[in-house]
């Protein structure tokens, strides 16, 4: 699998931006996918997730002003952030799971000034 993160920037606080992730070589459709971040310091944590058919979920710190979509005519997935705040500001990954084994992309850096 691959996966191709993208649309990070450098926003002040109550910005918004909205990442995306271009998937290859798996059938996208089939697949749960999901977006990670890792804070300076911190732990690589869940952001959000949307299984095959559209579910999602968020951790509780993003509920309300991220959303996570996914395209499967394109197999691409999106994290739309809005009302960023400084403690978005981390790298932010998209993964899904193939056979067992976790994938990620290269991650896209997200820095939020107050």
């Known amino acids: 699998v691959q996966l191709q993160a993208s649309g990070g920037g450098s926003v002040q606080a109550g910005g918004f931006l909205r990442l995306s992730c271009l998937v290859s070589?798996?059938?996208?459709?089939?697949?749960?996918m999901a977006w990670y971040r890792q804070a300076p310091g911190k732990e690589r944590e869940l952001v959000a997730s949307?299984?095959?058919?559209?579910?999602?979920s968020y951790t509780n710190p993003v509920r309300g002003r991220f959303i996570i979509s996914r395209d499967n005519a394109q197999d691409a997935v999106y994290l739309q952030m809005n009302a960023l705040a400084p403690e978005d500001t981390a790298v932010y990954y998209c993964?899904?799971?193939?056979?067992?084994?976790?994938?990620w992309g290269q991650g896209t850096q997200v820095t939020v000034s107050s």
């Open positions: 993964s899904t799971v193939d056979r067992g084994v976790r994938s």
């Open positions: 070589r798996i059938m996208f459709r089939a697949y749960d």
């Open positions: 949307i299984t095959s058919d559209g579910g999602t």
